[in-house]
């Protein structure tokens, strides 16, 4: 069965560039979940879309946007990086945007800043 | 103090021994999940509840919503569970986000 996918796996950045990371959600979910994991660190919510509208935030930084297409896809775009940044991002999709629905979780973009 | 809390952090077992991680919450939740993530790698989900008790192979978890609690429990542990198992809940009212527990790393020996 078809998963969640995220893009890139990995990727290495430098201080004060820019990095967009993709998620692809699981055919037929609507809405996609983001989530940031420092080292050592509980995942920690970002931010939600359902039906390509935001359905909640969570304690994403300014610099961080994000978006979800007509596809469902979603993107989040995060400017002037930081070293605190470093972390694993998490994508997680269900198929609708109740409380009752699973979420399945893409296998994540680390992501280095140095 | 966290909303959700997780025991034990660390759990080392031999294989074939009976695991349980428990977890408490302190919100009102509309679902609750366990989750696990092996070493570096992604997360997968292994069961969502809102009540009772859920099996799925060597894996049984369940909750207990008047006493805010879940267990998670392995049955014949093998090398192969050695990974972090996470407790996420989704919070009561309009919000999908989860709020994850701090996890349980388990080690099963052979």
Known sequence: AAGVIQSPRHL????????TLKCYPIPRHDTVYWYQQGPGQDPQFLISFYEKMQSDK????????????SDYHSELNMSSLELGDSALYFCASSSTGRAADTQYFGPGTRLTVL | KNEVEQSPQNLTAQEGEFITINCS???GISALHWLQQHPGGGIVSLF?????????G???ATINIQEKH?????????PRDSAVYICAVRKGGATNKLIFGTGTLLAVQP
């Open chain 1, 12 to 19: 290495i950045k430098e201080k004060r560039e820019t990095a």
């Open chain 2, 70 to 78: 879940s267990s998670l429990h392995i049955t014949a542990s093998h």
């Open chain 2, 48 to 56: 969502m509840l809102s009540s009772g008790k859920k099996k799925h």
């Open chain 1, 58 to 69: 969570g304690s994403i930084p300014d610099r961080f946007s994000a978006q979800q297409f």
């Open chain 2, 58 to 60: 060597r894996l049984i």
């Open chain 2, 25 to 27: 919450y302190s919100v």
